[in-house]
Nanobody
Framework: QVQLVESGGGLVQAGGSLRLSCAAS????????MGWFRQAPGKERDFVAA????????YYIESVKGRFTISRDNAKNTVYLQMNGLKPEDTAVYYC?????????????????WGQGTQVTVSS
């Protein structure tokens, strides 16, 4: 079992930055690949970024490449999403997720544990 708690969301103007954190407890964090997803009102939950258990590989959707950075600190059991150059279309509830199987995935069905989400609102 893994418990995930996100923090760091808020209201920011377009072009601004936020850093999301996801603190994990329970199963050894270092054995889990981690992902960030987001869900805008009335839309599906979409993949944003993922990182392998060791942190050596990352993957992003095209629309956030160069603006968002996923990272992790296994000593602190925490994964981060640094978001720069935010746009109104980034507005959504952001969720972190843990995958206990080998390798990362862009499919939400491949993730085993989820946080409660944190709201990110970008004003124009």
């Amino acid at each position: 079992q893994v418990q995930l708690v996100e923090s760091g969301g808020g209201l920011v103007q377009a072009g601004g930055s936020l850093r999301l954190s996801c603190a994990a407890s329970g199963r050894p964090f270092s054995s889990c690949a981690m992902g960030w997803f987001r869900q805008a009102p009335g839309k599906e939950r979409d993949f944003v970024a993922a990182i392998t258990d060791s942190g050596t590989m990352t993957y992003y959707i095209e629309s956030v490449k160069g603006r968002f950075t996923i990272s992790r600190d296994n000593a602190k059991n925490t994964v981060y999403l640094q978001m720069n150059g935010l746009k109104p279309e980034d507005t959504a509830v952001y969720y972190c997720a843990a995958r206990v199987s080998f390798g990362y995935s862009t499919d939400s069905y491949d993730y085993d544990y989820w946080g409660q989400g944190t709201q990110v609102t970008v004003s124009s």
